[in-house]
T-cell receptor
Framework: GEDVEQSLFLSVREGDSSVINCTYT??????LYWYKQEPGAGLQLLTY?????DMKQDQRLTVLLNKKDKHLSLRIADTQTGDSAIYFC????????????FGQGTRLTINP | GAGVSQSPSNKVTEKGKDVELRCDPI?????LYWYRQSLGQGLEFLIY????????KSGLPSDRFSAERTGGSVSTLTIQRTQQEDSAVYLC?????????????FGEGSWLTVV
C-alpha cells in the first residue's frame, strides 16, 4: 500500500540550512507536497512538485525529487526561528485516487 | 471567504454524545476532504467529496462517522456516540477540482476532546 516515511525530529542552528527528507512508495504519484504546521494551527501548503521535475526553488525553499529512489527533500536556507514547526511530506497516492497520503511529520527545532 | 473555514474551533464533549463539525470550503472549490490528526499521529484521510457526492469514503473509521455536503459547498462531519479515541483534530480541506494539477488548502481544524 501507499506509505510515506519521514524522520520525526530535526534540530538545526539558526542561520544554517535545514534539510528534511521523505521517502514514499507509490511510484505513480503525480504530485508531491510539503506542508508546514505551526503549534495550534492548521496545515499551510509550502510548495509542491510535479513528478516529472527534479527540482523546484522558491525563495529560501528548495525541493529535490529523486523519482528513481522515491526520495523527496525540502531544504530551508538560512533557517530562522519562525521556521520552527512540523513539516509534512505528502504524495497524491494511487493515480486517480483523490486523497493525499501524509508522512508522520518532522518536527524542526531551531537552536539559537 | 478567503480560506477554508471550520467550526467549532474547539469542542469538548462527553462520551456518548453526538457532535457535528462544519466546514466551509474556498468559494468555487468543488473538491472537499476531511482528515483526522490524532495526538502524535500523522494525518488520516476520512472522506472525499466531489460536488455533493462522496466517491471515496474509505477512511471513515466506523459507522458512527458520517459526512454530508449540500449545495456543493458546506460540509458537515457527524460523529455519533463519541468515544475517547475520537479525540483529535479534524481538518477540512478543499481544492478547485481535485488533486490532479490542483493544490489542496486546509482549514485551521476543529479540536475535539471527548471526556
Amino acid at each position: 500500500g501507499e506509505d510515506v516515511e519521514q524522520s520525526l525530529f530535526l534540530s538545526v542552528r539558526e542561520g544554517d540550512s535545514s534539510v528534511i527528507n521523505c521517502t514514499y512508495t507509490d511510484s505513480s504519484s503525480t504530485y508531491l507536497y510539503w506542508y508546514k504546521q505551526e503549534p495550534g494551527a492548521g496545515l499551510q501548503l509550502l510548495t509542491y512538485i510535479f513528478s516529472n521535475m527534479d527540482m523546484k526553488q522558491d525563495q529560501r525553499l528548495t525541493v529535490l525529487l529523486n523519482k528513481k529512489d522515491k526520495h523527496l527533500s525540502l531544504r530551508i536556507a538560512d533557517t530562522q526561528t519562525g521556521d520552527s514547526a512540523i513539516y509534512f511530506c505528502a504524495e497524491s497516492g494511487i493515480q486517480g485516487a483523490q486523497k493525499l497520503v501524509f508522512g508522520q511529520g518532522t518536527r524542526l527545532t531551531i537552536n539559537p | 471567504g478567503a480560506g477554508v473555514s471550520q467550526s467549532p474551533s474547539n469542542k469538548v464533549t462527553e462520551k456518548g454524545k453526538d457532535v457535528e463539525l462544519r466546514c466551509d470550503p474556498i468559494s468555487g472549490h468543488t473538491a472537499l476532504y476531511w482528515y483526522r490528526q490524532s495526538l502524535g499521529q500523522g494525518l488520516e484521510f476520512l472522506i472525499y467529496f466531489q460536488g455533493n457526492s462522496a466517491p471515496d469514503k474509505s477512511g471513515l473509521p466506523s459507522d458512527r462517522f458520517s459526512a454530508e455536503r449540500t449545495g456543493g459547498s458546506v460540509s458537515t462531519l457527524t460523529i455519533q456516540r463519541t468515544q475517547q479515541e475520537d479525540s483529535a483534530v479534524y481538518l477540512c480541506a478543499s481544492s478547485r477540482t481535485g488533486l490532479s494539477g490542483n493544490t489542496i488548502y486546509f482549514g485551521e481544524g476543529s479540536w475535539l476532546t471527548v471526556v
